[in-house]
């Protein structure tokens, strides 16, 4: 995220290479790399890729930015980025807003082993309903590197959560701790006796405070939003278009860890849409 502030501010000098304009930051930070110089015909394009396709999931502009930033430049990329965003249809339609928290959070205790802790939740009913009848979905995050993973469900009864337990949903295999809210279907007999036999310790939030598990809160809303976001034509196949969803939300920087899920969970830079057009 610091170099985005560094690229769109100017902060860069630009220099041929093989009759290729390229651009690099002057303070370079490690493992950066220089990016090509890109003319404005080809603005328009970029911006499209990095902002409005299932794999970049309509993330607003600073994701958008920061995308952009690894691959190309052009000069005062903020500002084509952010007119951009703010002028996106689907964006508008789904009525994202900028407001910021009046109360600063309060961090939770360090975890360094990824998957140790994970959050857990059910989103749902969805509309549509999926060809295979998926109206649910159960979402995991990691504390440690908040790499989400996601199983879509029938019904969140017990049948869908029984559903779900025979599928790994953690590519790191069994958690020590797990924390959820008070949802029914998360809290059952059949759960907790579930957790109790992996040695699982399970824990719920606060009642009537979701902030509480903000970190899987958080996610909801924005897989929610990129749902939202898919095109009409195949918003009833949200189910099949999940990983390209959750790609595009794992490959970027996360505020407060400026890694990106991707990053933290297996230690390089996954290679993206923006990368093959470079």
């Known amino acids: 995220m610091a170099r985005a502030a560094d690229e769109a501010s100017g902060n860069h000098h630009i220099y041929w290479e093989n009759d290729i304009l390229y651009s690099e930051p002057k303070l370079l930070e490690a493992g950066a790399a220089c990016v090509l110089v890109v003319p404005q015909s080809y603005w328009a394009f970029l911006l499209g890729l990095a902002h409005s396709t299932p794999l970049a999931g309509h993330l607003g502009h600073g994701k958008t930015l920061a995308r952009l930033v690894t691959y190309f430049y052009w000069p005062q990329m903020r500002v084509p980025s952010d ?63 908040r790499y989400p993973e996601e199983i879509p469900l029938e019904d969140s009864d017990y049948t869908g959560c029984n559903q779900s337990s025979d599928v790994d949903i953690s590519p790191c295999g069994i958690p020590k701790r797990v924390v959820s809210d008070r949802d029914t279907n998360l809290i059952s007999t059949y759960m907790k006796s579930m957790w109790d036999a992996c040695g699982v310790t399970y824990r719920f939030t606060t009642l009537y405070h979701p902030q509480s598990s903000g ?8 897989l929610k939003s990129m749902i939202t976001g898919l095109p009409q034509a195949v918003r009833r196949k949200w189910d099949v278009l999940l990983p390209s969803l959750l790609h ?31």
């Open 83 to 145: 007119a951009f965003c703010r002028a996106c249809p689907i964006c508008q339609a789904i009525g994202k807003t900028r407001k910021r928290l009046k109360a600063p959070l309060i961090p939770l205790p360090v975890v360094g082993t990824p998957f140790e802790r994970v959050y857990i939740d059910i989103i749902g009913p969805l509309d549509p309903k999926t060809a295979p009848g998926n109206r649910f979905i159960l979402v995991l995050v990691g504390h440690a590197t």
């Open 215 to 222: 970190l899987v809160e958080r996610f909801i809303k924005t």
């Open 248 to 278: 595009a939300y794992r490959e970027l920087p996360q505020k407060g860890v400026r890694y990106s899920p991707f990053e933290l969970l297996y230690g390089y830079h996954v290679r993206e849409p923006l990368s093959v057009v470079k």
